[in-house]
């Protein structure tokens, strides 16, 4: 079976599983906690090298005041609770996003994350918060055109290559899969670029009933996929 080095997850639906529980919608955060640790361990298990999560995305901005302090709150004990466990299992944690948006004791937190576990092989976690396609890309285009204004790059450096090579995702492959929960049919600003030829699967269940099975089913749907490129396939290449 082909198994995807990467796989990214959009983890939606923890306000609809808390509300079909008479819960509040923290409560549906904190359990989509307990699903993304949950998937950390299965992750290379099933062996996947790169596992990216959308976390809070730049549009998360708008909810309510409320709730996002409740979601920058549990990403700080995510990481305080989890790190030392995290780099002793191996991982290698890998932010993606706009640190500058964030509170200082957030980026702090990040940066320790990221120094603490960067020579980890055994997966790499790559955690997007305040993270946005299109920002992202602008953020790149704006680092591009910076260097070509001061002279140390010329424009026609400027290639799918380099451009990849500047983004935050910078020296992680593009990810094969990638996965949504929630039943939501669409990508919601998440890995626009990288995104452009991955497999796409879209799942029922809310992001906290996500399970090592969810998984396991996401990768054996991916291996059944015919990846084609923009080409043909081998069988329909004439002789
Ligand atoms: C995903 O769950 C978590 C974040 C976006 C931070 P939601 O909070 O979007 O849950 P639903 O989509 O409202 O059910
Ligand atoms: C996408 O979910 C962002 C994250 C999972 C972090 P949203 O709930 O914000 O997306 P929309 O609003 O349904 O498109
Ligand atoms: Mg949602």
């Not at 290698?92 to 200082?104: A, F, S, T």
């Not at 450096?157 to 094969?176: Q, R, V, W």
């Amino acid at each position: 079976m082909t198994t995807p080095a990467h796989v990214a997850i959009i983890m939606d639906g923890n306000g609809r599983w808390a509300k079909a529980r008479g819960l509040p919608r923290l409560a549906g955060h904190r359990a989509g906690v307990e699903a993304l640790r949950k998937t950390v361990r299965a992750a290379p298990e099933l062996g996947i090298s790169y596992l990216t999560v959308y976390a809070f995305s730049s549009e998360n901005w708008s909810r309510p005041k409320s709730e996002v302090s409740d979601l920058m709150g549990l990403l700080k004990l995510f990481i305080r609770r989890d790190l030392a466990e995290l780099h002793q299992n191996g991982v290698r944690v890998r932010v993606i996003g706009d640190k500058e948006g964030l509170q200082p004791d957030i980026r702090g937190l990040l940066q320790e994350a990221e120094s603490l576990t960067a020579g980890n092989e055994a997966l790499t976690l790559v955690i997007a918060f305040n993270y946005g396609g299109r920002d992202e890309i602008v953020r790149t285009a704006r680092k591009l055109a910076d260097a070509v204004a001061r002279g140390d790059m010329a424009s026609d450096a400027i290639t799918a290559e380099s451009f990849a090579a500047s983004l935050d995702t910078k020296g992680i492959p593009d990810p094969e899969l990638v996965i949504r929960t929630s039943g939501e049919l669409r990508l919601s600003n998440f890995l626009l670029w990288q995104a452009a030829y991955s497999e796409l699967v879209f799942l029922p269940c809310y992001w906290p009933d996500f399970s090592r099975e969810h998984l396991a089913d996401a990768l054996r749907d991916f291996a059944g996929r015919e990846r084609r490129f923009g080409g043909l396939a081998a069988r329909d290449v004439a002789l």
